[in-house]
């Protein structure tokens, strides 16, 4: 194999003739340039060289080496400079991809606090939900997802091989329409999801669809889905336009403006976890360890419960 260190000392003796002068160029001694020229000529089986007198002349080989040798040790210098301004956050790029409502809430905040502190760093947003999103990281489609699960779910093993960064915790509320009779009862107080089993439904993306299932039917009744949208705006205007109830993420009903609808909390209290997610490898990169940093930074900033920081944990 060709060393690029040996290219430079071939490319010192091609330009002044003797490994005394190009040692004094180099400012290495001769018998050092000697070694590495025994060495380069080891590597590619052919001498460079044509030792006589005072002077040395290249051979047929020697020149076609000096002839690729200025492109190659330029590529290799562009190649460390841009490897440099990615370790210092000067360059680089990261592909996210996220769920709506954290698109539209997390990631704006993050995204320019990233921008502002490290302009040269580029993200790319592309929206999927869980598990299709950890799929595409793992098939390095991504190089960070923004994902879900809720507390208390099977599969809490799915995340095993990855680095796993809890930003915060997102509560289930209850969507009702502003005339419905629960609609007085608002943040103050909380009302259990089976006051809601005679309702029509309004049930979001598939996951959360699976979710409010599961949740009724521990309180004794199964849900009569009337619509199904992954659109959280169509589901909190079916709600506004008194066809229906829901139950959404509160980062979900902080996504949109909920005209013509009154959040309710419901007991018991229904969370789920979000998280940013990303390989082993991909978690030492800078500009995706930033963008780690500015989510969990944003999380902070809204005022929600963070979990404890297992950045670095598999």
Same mark, same amino acid.
């Given at each position: ?5 040996? #290219? ?16 004094? @160029?180099?400012? !290495?001694?001769?018998? *050092?340039?000697?070694?590495?020229? $025994? ?24 020149? %076609?080496?000096? +002839? ?5 040790? *330029? ?31 997390? =990631? ?17 947003? @592309? @929206? ?12 390095? /489609? !991504? ?34 329409? @502003? ?12 009302? %259990? ?14 996951? !959360? ?6 949740? !009724? ?12 949208? /992954? ?13 229906? =109830?829901? =139950?959404?993420?509160?980062? *979900? ?8 609808? +009154? ?5 018991? %209290? =229904? ?10 490898? #991909? ?11 500015? #989510? ?6 809204? $005022? ?9 944990? $598999?």
């Amino acid at each position: 194999m060709i060393e690029a260190r040996h #290219l430079r000392v071939l490319r010192a003796v091609a330009a002044t003739g003797s490994f005394s002068a190009a040692g004094r @160029e180099l400012g !290495c001694t001769q018998p *050092a340039v000697s070694q590495q020229m $025994k060495a380069l000529e080891a590597s590619v089986g052919t001498p460079l060289l044509i030792r006589g007198g005072r002077e040395m002349r290249l051979t047929q080989a020697g020149e %076609a080496l000096v +002839r690729h040798a200025a492109g190659i040790l *330029a590529g290799l210098t562009a190649a460390e400079e841009e490897v440099a301004a990615i370790a210092g956050l000067r360059a680089g790029r990261v592909r996210l991809v996220s769920f709506p409502s954290g698109s539209s809430t997390l =990631v704006p905040t993050a995204l320019a606090a990233l921008r502002a502190a490290h302009p040269g760093t580029r993200v790319s947003l @592309e @929206e999927a939900e869980p598990p299709q999103s950890v799929e595409l990281l793992r098939e390095g /489609d !991504c190089d960070l997802a923004l994902a879900f699960r809720y507390e208390g779910a099977a599969g809490a093993e799915e995340w095993d091989d990855l680095v796993v960064r809890p930003l915060l915790t997102d509560r289930l509320v209850a969507l009702v329409p @502003e005339r419905h009779r629960l609609a007085r009862t608002g943040s103050s107080g909380s009302v %259990a999801i089976g006051e809601l089993a005679g309702e029509p439904w309004i049930a979001g993306c598939p996951r !959360c669809r699976g979710q409010l299932v599961e949740v !009724c039917e521990a309180a004794g009744f199964t849900p009569r889905i009337d619509f199904a949208t /992954d659109d959280y705006p169509a589901v909190v205007g079916l709600v506004g336009a008194g066809l229906g =109830v829901a =139950v959404l993420p509160q980062l *979900a009903v902080e996504s949109v403006r909920p005209r013509g609808a +009154r959040t309710v909390t419901l007991e018991p %209290a =229904v969370r789920r976890e979000i998280v940013a997610l990303t390989l082993p490898d #991909l978690a030492q990169v800078p500009a995706v360890a930033a963008t780690l940093d500015q #989510l969990a930074r944003a999380a902070r900033r809204g $005022k929600r419960a963070p979990q404890g920081d297992t950045s670095g944990q $598999k």
